[in-house]
């Protein structure tokens, strides 16, 4: 089943500047209120915060981020050309309650939560922020391995060897220095192949590139758990530039979150002919309160259907009862299974 989760990819300049904030935010270590409205709905969100009620602690932390969407109707704080969601972090660290915000120019579900720590999938899953990616660049005698967070490159390592390219003889002298060059290359691809696997640890992706064919005989090195990674990358070489770099990390990102979702969908269809889905929103409730649910799937858009505050409520329990939660944004894989106004579920076992 094709799919196009989202109609275009992040900016390079915003992509950056969100992987610098979220890096920031995954430090907070603290129960935490995470709030992601639309530019224009602030009014709606504190009417959200006051309408519900929370512990007192968190009553306080609410109490400032109201103040900060009243400022931030004014002037927005936004990393993109143009605001479209305002996502506000508010915690307490030595009896004091501490904010951060940011604005983005890419459409983030509606989130308000409170969680052991600050609720950021929906930056990481659709807008592609703080994954770990090996980009491996090489030819026949040199190769180099970046490992990246998000847009950090947090270790690198250059592998080269000394190869002749010609030999001035003919005959059986060139035959055995053909053979003796390409025995020298098979050993160097080996010692990168090892290389990379050292320092693999949880990456989402091994992105490969390089001039000429040195990249499809390396590909044959990798074991397969690292060939699964594997993507190749076209136009890479030791000259490209840090932007398109990181322009072909966020595109390859993109390209394997859709792949992810499709798989995701196909895993519910397959499951649901064995009884281990839901989709009655009354019946996820309760399931999700069990601890019955093992994923939930959500349209980004559920914010503007009259199920809004009850799908809000079983984001929370979700998260809380360490349910994967996975955002739909395709508008095909939307109509298609049916949640513009419910959730689904894929069940850890049948519910009566």
């Given at each position: 089943?094709?799919?196009?989760?989202i109609?275009?990819e992040?900016?390079?300049?915003e992509?950056l500047?969100?992987?610098q904030f979220?890096?920031?935010?995954k430090?907070?270590?603290?129960?935490?209120?995470?709030?992601?409205?639309q530019?224009?709905?602030?009014?709606?969100?504190?009417?959200?915060?006051?309408?519900t009620k929370?512990?007192?602690?968190?009553?306080?932390?609410e109490?400032?981020?109201?103040?900060i969407?009243?400022?931030?109707r004014?002037?927005?704080?936004?990393?993109?050309?143009?605001?479209?969601?305002?996502?506000?972090?508010?915690?307490?660290?030595?009896?004091k309650?501490?904010?951060?915000?940011?604005?983005?120019?890419?459409?983030?579900?509606?989130?308000?939560?409170v969680?052991?720590r600050?609720?950021?999938?929906?930056?990481?899953?659709i807008?592609?922020?703080?994954?770990?990616?090996?980009?491996?660049t090489?030819?026949?005698?040199?190769?180099r391995?970046?490992?990246?967070?998000?847009?950090?490159?947090?270790?690198?390592a250059?592998?080269r060897?000394?190869?002749?390219?010609?030999?001035?003889?003919?005959?059986?002298?060139?035959?055995r220095?053909?053979r003796?060059?390409?025995?020298?290359?098979?050993?160097?691809?080996?010692k990168v192949?090892?290389?990379?696997?050292?320092?693999?640890?949880?990456?989402?992706?091994?992105?490969?590139?390089?001039?000429?064919l040195?990249k499809?005989?390396?590909?044959g090195?990798?074991?397969?758990?690292?060939?699964?990674?594997?993507?190749?990358?076209?136009?890479?070489?030791?000259s490209?530039?840090?932007?398109?770099?990181?322009?072909?990390?966020?595109h390859?990102?993109?390209?394997h979150?859709?792949?992810?979702v499709?798989?995701?969908?196909?895993?519910?269809?397959?499951?649901?002919?064995?009884?281990?889905?839901?989709k009655?929103?009354?019946?996820?409730?309760k399931?999700?309160?069990?601890g019955?649910?093992?994923?939930?799937i959500?349209?980004?858009?559920?914010?503007?259907?009259?199920?809004?505050?009850?799908?809000m409520?079983?984001?929370?329990?979700?998260?809380?009862?360490?349910s994967?939660?996975?955002?739909?944004?395709?508008?095909?894989?939307?109509?298609?299974?049916?949640?513009?106004?419910?959730?689904?579920?894929?069940?850890?076992?049948?519910?009566?």
């Open positions: 089943m094709k799919n196009n989760l109609s275009s992040i900016s390079v300049t992509w500047s969100l992987n979220l890096y920031e935010i430090q907070i270590d603290s129960p935490c209120v995470s709030v992601y409205y530019y224009g709905k602030g009014q709606e969100t504190i009417s959200l915060l006051r309408d929370r512990k007192e602690s968190f009553e306080i932390i109490s400032e981020i109201e103040k969407i009243t400022d931030l004014e002037n927005p704080s936004s990393v993109g050309k143009f605001t479209k969601t305002l996502c506000i972090f508010g915690w307490i660290k030595n009896g309650v501490n904010t951060k915000k940011i604005g983005t120019s890419m459409k983030l579900p509606y989130i308000y939560m969680s052991k600050p609720y950021i999938k929906p930056f990481r899953d807008l592609k922020t703080n994954y770990d990616v090996l980009l491996v090489l030819d026949q005698k040199s190769a391995i970046q490992k990246f967070y998000g847009s950090q490159i947090i270790q690198e250059r592998l060897i000394d190869l002749r390219g010609r030999h001035k003889k003919g005959g059986q002298s060139q035959g220095f053909l003796a060059r390409q025995t020298k290359i098979h050993v160097f691809f080996k192949a090892n290389k990379v696997k050292k320092m693999d640890s949880n990456s989402e992706l091994i992105l490969l590139g390089g001039i000429g040195a499809t005989e390396f590909y090195e990798l074991d397969s758990e690292l060939a699964k990674k594997c993507r190749f990358v076209e136009n890479l070489s030791f490209t530039s840090i932007s398109d770099v990181h322009k072909k990390i966020i390859h990102l993109y390209q979150r859709r792949k992810y499709t798989e995701i969908i196909e895993r519910y269809e397959k499951l649901f002919k064995e009884g281990l889905t839901a009655r929103n009354d019946v996820i409730y399931a999700l309160e069990i019955a649910v093992d994923t939930l959500v349209s980004a858009e559920y914010h503007t259907n009259s199920q809004f505050k009850n799908i409520k079983m984001l929370e329990i979700a998260k809380n009862m360490s994967k939660i996975e955002f739909a944004v395709s508008p095909k894989i939307i109509k298609k299974l049916e949640i513009h106004n419910s959730v689904l579920a894929i069940l850890r076992y049948k519910i009566k």
